[in-house]
T-cell receptor
């Protein structure tokens, strides 16, 4: 149980285009999902907290107009990287907290590797 | 504010040897602590968690960790390393009201045959 999926797992896009990444909780409902960014050989950096039905909360330094987050249902959150540039290339990972385990455990997706050319 | 320090960015052990990955935390409130493992190009998998119950926590794949409040530590151990244990390990503390995690910088574990 507690499986989180991400789609796509790997995407290459051209500079200036937008890319959408989906995060789904497959066997549980999640009011809260998180989006992280991970650079090579580094730890995870929290980008934003996504709450179903409300606006996401962004961490300091993360551009909300560039990284659009939508959490339209209890099982789906999306991250859209708008007008992508090469410096946006990174590994993006989402996580979700099951409704029944609020504030306790985050379950992580497998990650999406974004390469902007 | 919570923080996590992982001592040693790279630990190398021989197969069959003891694994010890160190984690110290700072928290102004009783913490929830976690160890996650990450294999190359994959997400994070929960190894174990401490949520103020038993101080010795057993996880998957033979790992365990002991919460020591006096030392503000939550070190991860495994009696006998296996080649498949080679991965990146992250210690994390739960901070904030929404359960967001604060991660350490990670420790890469290498296992020599």
């Amino acid at each position: 149980g507690a499986v989180v999926s991400q789609h796509p797992s790997w995407v290459i896009c051209k500079s200036g285009t937008s890319v959408k990444i989906e995060c789904r909780s497959l066997d549980f409902q999640a009011t809260t999902m998180f989006w992280y960014r991970q650079f090579p050989k580094q730890s995870l950096m929290l980008m934003a907290t996504s709450n179903e039905g409300s606006k996401a909360t962004y961490e300091q330094g993360v551009e909300k107009d560039k990284f659009l987050i939508n959490h339209a249902s209890l099982t789906l959150s999306t991250l859209t990287v708008t007008s992508a540039h090469p410096e946006d290339s990174s590994f993006y990972i989402c996580s979700a907290i099951p409704l029944a385990e609020t504030y306790i455990v985050q379950y992580f997706g497998p990650g999406t590797r974004l390469t902007v050319t | 504010a919570q923080s996590v320090t992982q001592l040693g960015s790279h630990v190398s052990v021989s197969e069959g040897a003891l694994v010890l990955l160190r984690c110290n935390y700072s928290s102004s409130v009783p913490p929830y602590l976690f160890w996650y493992v990450q294999y190359p190009n994959q997400g994070l998998q929960l190894l174990l968690k401490y949520t103020s119950a038993a101080t010795l926590v057993k996880g998957i794949n033979g790992f365990e960790a002991e919460f020591k409040k006096s030392e503000t530590s939550f070190h991860l151990t495994k009696p006998s390393a296996h080649m498949s244990d080679a991965a990146e390990y992250f210690c994390a503390v739960s901070g904030g009201s929404q359960g967001n995690l604060i991660f350490g910088k990670g420790t890469k574990l290498s296992v020599k045959p």
